[in-house]
Structures are given as C-alpha cells and as structure tokens.
C-alpha cells in the first residue's frame, strides 16, 4: 500500500451547483498532487417536480460520460481520474429507473448514494424541517426522518458503492442546536453503520460541511470504527476548484488518532486500499 492523495466525489459544471469546468477542476487536482480524483455528478432525479422547476437539475449525460472519459484518457499515467455519478436516493419508480439505465448505459467508475431530498425537497429548501401546515418540527422528529432514509436508501435497487455525507439534514438545520448525537440518535446511527458494513460499502467522510470538520462527526466515526468498519473514502464534495482536498490533512490526523490506517477508492467494483 501507498500514501497517495484521494478526493474521490466532487463536481463541476456538469452538475447544476458546479462552479469550475471538468477542464478546470482536473488541472487544479493534478496540480495539488492528487492521486486518485473522482468526479461523482449530481443525478437528481429524486428531486420533485417542483423543486425541478425552481433549479434546472437535468445533467447532460452523454455530454459528461463523453467527455468524462476523453479526461480520464488524457490524464492516464499522471492522475487516475474516475468517472463517477451522484445519484439521490428516492422510492420513486421512474427516478429508480431513470439510475438503472445511467448505470446501464455509461458504467459509472463508482457511484455516491445520498440522501438529498425528503418527499422530493432538498433540506436546502427547508422544507423537509416542516409539516404540511407549516409548524416546525423538533429536531428528534426531523432528524429521525432522515436518518430512517438514509436507512432505507442501503437497500437501493442500483449499484452503489459509497454512503455519502451522513448527517447532511444537518447542514441546513434551523434548530439552536443542530448537532446530530450519539445519545440522541444511537440507535439509528448504529443501524446505519452496521448496514454499511454488512453489505461491505463505504462510508464516505466528507469534509464539504462548514459547522464542523466532516460529516459525519467524529463521534459517528469512531463508533463505525468500534462497530467494525474500515471502508471510509475521502470526499472534498468540491464543486470549485480551490475546494478540492479541502480540509484532508486535518481530517487525516482525526482518522489516524481513531485507529484507521487506509481509506478506499472504489473504481469499477473493486475497492483499492490507499494508505492514510
Ligand atoms: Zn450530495
Ligand atoms: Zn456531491
């Protein structure tokens, strides 16, 4: 095993928050020594009709896929460049389809499971903090919804391979307090975590969250590490250049300081061990 630099699941302009071109967000990651560089779109088809309407979500998928792997082709030898998807988790049938035949159709190099949406609305929105008639909801109820999809979305019909940004309800909270605990959520976490294990997937540590170091926390960290898991991957989530690697050294230090010794690039199903 190698140390080799890892940022696997980031965007560009192909995804509908991108800020810097593929062209771009390549240049940078070689430039700042980058190993191994996943690009992981946003496929958000579990995004509601309405929510649809107020941001164009639609990625250009042959567009991406084409030019995805001309990049990785003239990146070979210097940079393994993955060419990966983003898919939001979500019951919807024609949403369900709609991953099956991307993955049929391009073979992502790896595919990030997430939860973004609750009954198609981005937590961004907010809207997933409120009941139907508009009253808040305590974060127990909130959280506890999320936690439940995050739950249900290990069981996804597609191919995945990583578990990305646990406690991302967490990111647009609007509670005093919008920390996501162990003594408040034990129980869910735990199910999570042993779920990921069981079914031999990543958790992903991601550091696009600016409340804290990662989601998810250390604290959720350390008990997937005393459960057992050893699969994490590293994912800046940078949807600009200056973003890519962001935070990794501190976030390296925690992982080492819990016991972990490697994180893991998945690439075409196999799950390539990188030295911390
Ligand atoms: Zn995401
Ligand atoms: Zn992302």
Not at 69 to 79: P, S, V
Not at 163 to 174: E, K, N, Q, T
Not at 252 to 262: E, N, R, S, W
């Given at each position: 095993m190698q140390?080799?630099?890892?940022?696997?699941?980031?965007?560009?302009?192909?995804?509908?928050?991108?800020?810097?071109?593929?062209?771009?967000?390549?240049?940078?990651?070689?430039?700042?020594?980058v190993a191994f560089y996943g690009v992981?779109?946003?496929?958000?088809?579990?995004?509601?009709?309405?929510?649809?309407?107020?941001?164009?979500?639609?990625?250009?998928?042959?567009?991406?896929?084409?030019?995805?792997?001309?990049?990785?082709?003239?990146?070979?030898?210097?940079?393994?460049?993955?060419?990966?998807?983003?898919?939001?988790?979500?019951?919807?049938?024609?949403?369900?389809?709609?991953?099956?035949?991307v993955y049929e159709k391009y073979r992502p190099d790896f595919v990030v499971n997430s939860i973004h949406n609750k009954d198609g609305w981005d937590y961004y929105t907010k809207k997933p903090y409120y009941t139907a008639d508009g009253?808040?909801?305590?974060?127990?109820?909130a959280y506890g919804e999320y936690l439940q999809l995050v739950k249900q979305s290990l069981d996804a019909p597609y191919p995945y391979d990583i578990?990305?940004?646990?406690?991302?309800?967490?990111?647009?909270?609007?509670y005093d307090d919008v920390s996501i605990t162990l003594a408040e959520f034990g129980a869910e976490i735990d199910e999570i975590l042993k779920g990921?294990?069981?079914?031999?997937?990543?958790?992903?540590?991601?550091?696009?969250?600016?409340?804290?170091l990662c989601?998810?926390?250390?604290e959720i960290l350390r008990r997937y590490y005393v459960l057992g898991g050893r699969k994490l991957s590293f994912a800046s989530d940078a949807h600009d250049a200056g973003r890519i690697l962001d935070k990794r050294e501190?976030?390296?230090?925690?992982?080492?300081?819990?016991?972990?010794?490697?994180?893991?690039?998945?690439?075409?199903?196999?799950?390539?061990?990188v030295e911390l």
């Open positions: 140390k080799f630099l890892t940022d696997v699941h980031t965007h560009s302009t192909f995804s509908f928050d991108g800020v810097d071109t593929l062209d771009t967000m390549l240049k940078t990651a070689h430039e700042k020594g992981a779109e946003h496929f958000n088809y579990d995004s509601c009709e309405a929510y649809v309407k107020e941001l164009p979500q639609d990625i250009d998928q042959d567009g991406y896929f084409h030019k995805g792997r001309h990049l990785q082709d003239d990146y070979a030898g210097c940079m393994n460049v993955l060419i990966g998807a983003e898919f939001g988790f979500t019951f919807d049938e024609k949403a369900i389809k709609r991953y099956l035949e009253t808040l909801k305590d974060k127990k109820q578990v990305a940004h646990i406690g991302y309800c967490i990111r647009y909270a609007p990921i294990i069981q079914r031999d997937k990543i958790l992903e540590v991601n550091s696009g969250y600016y409340g804290g989601l998810p926390t250390e501190e976030i390296v230090d925690v992982l080492k300081k819990i016991g972990f010794t490697y994180i893991i690039v998945p690439c075409r199903g196999e799950h390539i061990k």
